[in-house]
Nanobody, 115 residues
């Protein structure tokens, strides 16, 4: 069973930065793509950013220019660097990984941005 271990998150003031990390239990290049999603209270889970096995990335419009997703080969992890955080970025952030038709989720990590 694939496991995704998330770290990072926490409380930060608006304008601050955080880094989220997702480490899968197997080689991250085994997955078609990996990414981060978020869910705020009362809202549906939404894509934040993802990266495919070839390195192509895509981002939600709301985070373009502020968030960066990248791979750390030494740590076998996918990281989400979040800059210039806003109150509306407050949510539980989930790592997701896909292999063909199978989807795996992390347990989620809370990000709270105070205004």
């Amino acid at each position: 069973q694939v496991q995704l271990t998330e770290s990072g998150g926490g409380l930060v003031q608006a304008g601050g930065s955080l880094r989220l990390s997702c480490a899968p239990s197997e080689n991250m290049y085994n997955f078609n793509d990996m990414g981060w999603y978020r869910q705020a209270p009362g809202r549906e889970r939404e894509l934040v950013a993802r990266i495919n096995v070839g390195g192509r990335t895509n981002y939600a419009d709301s985070v373009k220019g502020r968030f960066t997703i990248s791979r750390d080969n030494a740590q076998n992890s996918v990281n989400l660097y979040m800059d210039n955080l806003k109150a509306e970025d407050t949510a539980v952030y989930y790592c997701r990984a896909t292999i063909l038709s199978k989807i795996y989720w992390g347990q989620g990590t809370q990000v709270t941005v105070s205004s």
